[in-house]
């Protein structure tokens, strides 16, 4: 595709309820990360991928957090029973080998009610 | 441990040149990254210093220092479209990247 791709845009869910959010990456990429942004801050590291293994996942916060691509394209954060502490944009990049650009996807709103 | 510190806000005339500073304290770092993120927007990459010194694209330029664990972007001419946030992001050898908590520029007419 063109660009990264976040689906859905927005989630608003119940607390204690189980979501997945969808990274579509720019084809043949091979580095994929996924962040999580709040008002006003940066994003905030949580996983990346190097092709379909986690290379570093020292930044999910708790075992309600898990991501996936197994085939090193497509990617999916899972969330399980959600807290409305969860609530901020998820931010997904990817990048080619060697890359020092990163290109980014225009994120999914989570809100937990 | 990993960190990028940076001022929160910076408050600047159009037209004007602004400069905005980035510490860090990364291990095994690579670069310096810099990225602007409009409000309700991705972020999107603007500049990369893999050496110290001075790199240029247009009204933006970069700058590092590896031995002062610092860098900084420098806008010129100022544009009421640069309101955004503007991020340092520190690349590492094995390719994560640690992003600072920005700064947002407040551009005044």
């Known amino acids: 595709g063109a660009g990264v791709s976040q689906t859905p845009s927005n989630k608003v869910t119940e607390k204690g309820k189980y979501v997945e959010l969808r990274c579509d990456p720019i084809s043949g990429h091979t580095a994929l990360y996924w962040y999580r942004q709040s008002l006003g801050q940066g994003p905030e590291f949580l996983i990346y991928?190097?092709?379909?293994?986690?290379?570093?996942d020292s930044g999910l916060p708790n075992d309600r957090f898990f991501a996936v691509r197994p085939e090193g394209s497509v990617s999916t954060l899972k969330i399980q029973r959600t807290e409305r502490g969860d609530s901020a944009v998820y931010l997904c990049a990817s990048s080619a080998t060697g890359a020092t650009e990163a290109f980014f996807g225009q994120g999914t709103r989570l809100t937990v009610v | 441990g990993q960190s990028l510190e940076q001022p929160s806000e910076v408050t600047a005339v159009e037209g004007a040149i602004v400069q905005m500073n980035c510490t860090y304290q990364t291990s095994g770092f690579y670069g310096l990254s810099w990225y602007q993120q409009h409000d309700g927007g991705a972020p999107t990459f603007l500049s990369y210093n893999a050496l110290d010194g001075l790199e240029e694209t247009g009204r933006f330029s970069s700058f590092l220092s590896r031995s002062d664990s610092y860098g900084y972007l420098l806008l010129q001419e100022l544009q009421m479209k640069d309101s955004a946030s503007y991020f340092c992001a520190g690349l590492r050898r094995d390719d994560k990247i640690i992003f600072g908590k920005g700064t947002r520029l407040h551009i005044l007419p």
């Open positions: 991928f190097q092709g379909t293994g986690a290379a570093d």
